[in-house]
Structure formats: C-alpha cells, structure tokens
C-alpha cells in the first residue's frame, strides 16, 4: 500500500487560497517568481536569519522545524513564542494583505505539530502582515482546528489525485505567479483548447 503523502504546511496555504495552485506546485513542481514571491522570500529571509532571543519576558524562537506524526505534515515555523508561564504561540509573517482564513490555517496546522512535539496546548498565535505592518491575533478554536483539519484531508486527496484541479479564474489570477502555467482563461473554455490544439498542430476536424 502506498503511503499518505507527507504535507507541507506551506502547501495548506496554497490549497486554502487555489486547490490548482497548489497541485501546480506541490504534485508538478511548477514553481515562477513574480514580484510578490520575490518580496515574500525576502521578508522571510530576514525573519529566519534573525537569532532567537528574549523578548518582554518571552522567549522568541524563530525558524523552527516542526512535524506531525499523527497528522502527516511538515514544516517550519517562522517565530514561536514562549511565556514564562509555559504558553506556546506561533507567529507567521505574510508581506502582504489578508486572503480570508488561508494563512489561519497555516498557522492552525503549525500549532498542531507544536501540540504533538511539546506536549502542549495552543491556544492561539498570530499572523503578521506586512502591508498594514500590523499583526493579528488568532484564536486556535474548534472552527478553525476542523477547517484546518478538512483542508489537510483535501490536500492529500488532491495530491493522490491524477487530475488536475478546474481553474477558479477569477480575480486572483492576474497577480498569480503561475498563470503561464495554469492558462485559467484557455482551460476553463473547451471550445479554445480544440481550437489552440489544431493551431498548434495545423490540423483540421
């Protein structure tokens, strides 16, 4: 029997924001920087080069590997915070604006590899944006446990899936770093790929 795939917890977020994007990535290795890669991989650069410290009476760790046996996932925390009185959160840092509960369920998945490596309860953790240069708290609560709990078992599906999930196109994919790849205006219309495919080949019906 093959075994189920090992998740990244970066995929999550690709899934929760393009079930397509993050089969392009994570099952095809189609990978192209545009502008928001580029600054995303900068910012992220700098926040795990930072050394860990104390800070305000917490110790700040940043650039963490974490993992899940239980759950299959794998991954990296960029800081995770802990209290004097032993409280444990995770910090993700985003450069730019919020995309719905995609980077909560990120960080939900974080803390669950955290749960099962610690032996702890996490509570909450927070994301950070860099547009408005502000960080938000999130409550690690039952909604966005199951979210995040769903999201894992689609993902997985996805990537034991031999079929390629439908283009969303919509509003989203002008800024996508994958758009010559996904071609979402091409694949959503049947009647433009006969038509591409008989330009390409020069052949007739």
């Given at each position: 029997?093959?075994p189920?795939?090992?998740?990244?917890?970066?995929a999550?977020?690709?899934?929760?924001?393009?079930?397509?994007q993050?089969?392009?990535?994570?099952?095809?290795?189609?990978?192209?920087?545009?502008?928001?890669?580029?600054?995303g991989?900068?910012?992220?650069?700098?926040v795990d080069?930072?050394p860990?410290r104390?800070?305000?009476?917490?110790?700040?760790?940043?650039?963490?590997?974490?993992?899940?046996?239980?759950?299959?996932?794998s991954?990296r925390?960029?800081?995770?915070?802990?209290?004097?009185?032993?409280?444990?959160e995770?910090?993700e840092?985003?450069?730019?604006?919020r995309?719905?509960?995609?980077?909560?369920?990120?960080?939900?998945?974080?803390?669950?590899?955290?749960e099962?490596?610690?032996?702890?309860?996490v509570?909450?953790?927070h994301?950070?944006?860099g547009n408005?240069?502000?960080?938000?708290?999130?409550?690690?609560d039952?909604?966005?446990?199951?979210?995040?709990?769903?999201?894992?078992?689609?993902?997985?599906?996805?990537?034991?899936?031999?079929?390629?999930?439908?283009?969303?196109n919509?509003?989203r994919?002008?800024?996508?770093?994958?758009?010559?790849?996904?071609?979402?205006?091409?694949?959503?219309?049947?009647?433009?790929?006969?038509?591409?495919?008989?330009?390409?080949?020069?052949?007739?019906?």
């Amino acid at each position: 029997m093959t075994p189920d795939p090992v998740i990244a917890i970066s995929a999550l977020e690709h899934h929760a924001y393009c079930p397509r994007q993050a089969a392009l990535i994570h099952v095809d290795g189609v990978w192209s920087d545009n502008i928001h890669t580029v600054h995303g991989s900068a910012g992220h650069r700098r926040v795990d080069t930072a050394p860990s410290r104390q800070e305000r009476g917490r110790l700040v760790v940043r650039g963490l590997a974490v993992y899940s046996e239980r759950l299959g996932l794998s991954g990296r925390c960029d800081v995770v915070e802990i209290d004097e009185d032993g409280s444990v959160e995770p910090v993700e840092y985003k450069i730019g604006v919020r995309h719905g509960r995609t980077a909560d369920i990120q960080l939900c998945a974080q803390a669950f590899c955290l749960e099962e490596m610690l032996g702890c309860h996490v509570l909450r953790g927070h994301v950070w944006y860099g547009n408005p240069r502000r960080r938000h708290a999130i409550v690690i609560d039952d909604e966005l446990r199951t979210l995040t709990i769903d999201a894992i078992a689609d993902l997985r599906a996805d990537l034991r899936s031999t079929l390629l999930p439908a283009a969303v196109n919509d509003e989203r994919c002008p800024r996508c770093q994958l758009l010559g790849h996904c071609l979402p205006d091409l694949t959503n219309d049947p009647e433009r790929i006969v038509n591409h495919v008989r330009e390409l080949f020069r052949c007739e019906s």
